[in-house]
């Protein structure tokens, strides 16, 4: 469902940037998948603005082990598609950068 590519080698803190396929996937489908297929993980998925910088995220998901432990993801948030994911991480913890189309929000999409 989605296909990790390293973008860097391993870094000095013992991490790798990767891209992250989006395949025309929704926010939604990206927490399911963490949640399932990567449950061994734990760390966050942040959702940023189309345009801005990564550090300038509007929603997060923290998850631990298959379970979220907390979020401020609405629905309608959950429903947009995926524009470009980044995820950083090792050692089980793994962050996740998501950028969407927020004007899309209201629209019902």
Do not use: H
């Amino acid at each position: 469902m989605f296909k990790f590519t390293a973008t860097t080698g391993t870094l000095s803190d013992c991490t790798v940037w990767y891209n992250v396929s989006c395949n025309g996937n929704t926010v939604g489908d990206l927490i399911d998948y963490v949640l399932t297929a990567r449950r061994q993980e734990w760390g966050d998925i942040d959702i940023i603005p189309k345009g801005a910088k990564w550090l300038e995220m509007e929603y997060e998901l923290e998850y631990s082990r298959g379970k979220i432990v907390k979020s401020n993801i609405p629905d309608t948030v959950k429903s947009l598609p995926l524009l470009d994911v980044e995820a950083n991480g090792g050692w089980g913890s793994m962050s996740y950068f998501v950028w969407v189309d927020m004007e899309k929000k209201g629209n019902g999409q």
